[in-house]
């Protein structure tokens, strides 16, 4: 008996082994590849001097790279593949000889970008990429000599005959189905891939603070079932504020919401809130003046080609003919101001305007919000909490709701309850 049962055990054993050794094989073929890592670059310098100045990156492993320059201001932009920068804190904000200073970044999934601005016009004397070699890590040098501005001008204007793809508007969240009567919104989250807005003191960034609330308002919006949700991104790239604009205006947007967060430095004084900003030629005041400056300044920061900007954008600021869609543009903005301030902190003067780039769509009612000051404490807890995010989505679905539908039964009820 015991021997028997001795038998039974160790064919058993031996068939688990068996079925096992057959299982194995099926298994490693189904286990997904391994994930093949971004290039790294773990460290940049500069050497050299007015004259002639060189830069360099180290990198994990050699890549692709292209050289060209801009002006106005003067810039060299270095495109790669999407690389993961590990460099250390504060790289890039202080300058040698020809530089000034250098930014980095994700500009779009797949492509990364250096921005170098220089102190004056430059010329691209080298640029490649060295091979790993005795344990040295592959680098990246650029080679800058100082040239006269009609020496830049020609050389630039050869890099930009040369084909660059942009970087793509994303739509892969497009809902612009044929027959829809449905109106299509478009949110845009601010900045995104190399450019991140600003910093609050504690290291959060803007496009990242936007992201996270233009998603909320996307689904809340489209919970309603009564519209077409459309944003300009929804990951991590950078996206030129004309693309923007004309990214609404090709979907037929009724509306566009730009959602962004503002700073003030120390010495500025302390602001708090939120405020929504319209389209004029004249600045309600300077602090819009100035924000609308700095949204402005995108396209540099991130390495845009402005010379190649449609000059509809300047007519239409000067002119701002287009009344009917100014109209409802004032309507929804004072709508919003008014459901913000049932479960937002609003700023003192809520309700501004001024030359903002990226609102000039002329047959699309827009409106930027400033949800509110990362350089602010209390606006730093509510802009990074999940509640108040769904608050403020509610109230702004609230406002949608009352300029699309001003007849229609109020639906905080509804909101409230979700």
């Excluded at 170098?116 to 016009?121: C, H, L, N, S, V």
């Excluded at 708090?272 to 004029?280: E, F, I, K, Q, R």
Aim: charged share 25%.
């Amino acid at each position: 008996m015991a021997r028997g049962l001795a038998f039974v055990l160790i064919a058993a054993a031996v068939l688990g082994r068996l079925l096992m050794a057959a299982v194995a094989p099926a298994s490693a073929e189904t286990r997904p590849p391994a994930t093949v890592p971004f290039p790294v670059a773990t460290a940049a310098r500069l050497a050299g001097d007015q004259g002639q100045t060189r830069f360099v990156v180290d990198l994990s492993q050699k890549v692709e790279m292209r050289a060209f320059t801009l002006p106005d201001p003067y810039r060299v932009i270095v495109d790669l593949p999407q690389v993961t920068f590990d460099l250390p804190a504060k790289s890039g904000e202080r300058g040698r000889g020809l530089i000034k200073a250098y930014r980095y970044g994700l500009v779009m999934p797949g492509g990364s970008r250096i921005v170098i601005d220089t102190t004056g016009p430059v010329r691209v004397e080298r640029a490649f990429v060295l091979d790993p070699v005795n344990g040295l890590p592959a680098r990246l040098v650029l080679d800058l000599a100082s040239v006269d501005r009609a020496t830049f001008l020609r050389a630039a204007a050869i890099d930009n005959r040369l084909p660059r793809d942009p970087p793509p508007v994303q739509g892969d969240h497009d809902p612009a189905a044929a027959g829809d009567p449905r109106p299509i919104v478009v949110l845009d989250p601010g900045h995104g891939g190399i450019d991140s807005g600003t910093v609050a003191p504690s290291g959060e960034e803007e496009k990242n603070l936007v992201l996270a609330f233009g998603l909320a308002l996307r689904d809340r919006l489209e919970q309603t079932g009564r519209y077409r949700v459309v944003m300009t991104r929804s990951d991590d790239r950078f996206i030129p504020l004309n693309d923007r604009v004309r990214f609404a205006r090709d979907r037929n947007a009724q509306l566009f919401i730009s959602i962004h967060c503002d700073a003030l430095r120390r010495r500025d004084g302390e602001a708090a809130g939120a405020t929504v900003y319209t389209l004029s030629e004249k600045a309600s005041d300077t602090e819009a003046e100035r924000l609308a400056d700095t949204e402005n300044k995108a396209d540099v920061i991130s390495g845009v080609d402005l010379s190649a900007e449609p000059d509809e954008i300047a007519g239409i600021l000067i002119d701002l003919a287009q009344r009917e869609t100014k109209n409802y543009t004032t309507r929804f903005a004072r709508g919003l101001v008014d459901e913000l301030g049932k479960a937002a902190r609003l700023h003192k003067k809520p309700l501004k305007s001024a030359g903002f780039r990226v609102l000039t769509a002329p047959d699309v009612p827009s409106v930027l919000i400033e949800l509110g000051y990362v350089s602010n404490k209390t606006d730093m807890k509510m802009l990074t909490s999940d509640a108040w995010r769904t608050k403020a989505a509610d109230s702004i679905t609230q406002a949608v709701d009352a300029f699309f539908h001003p007849t229609a039964p109020a639906t905080r009820a509804a909101a409230e309850a979700h």
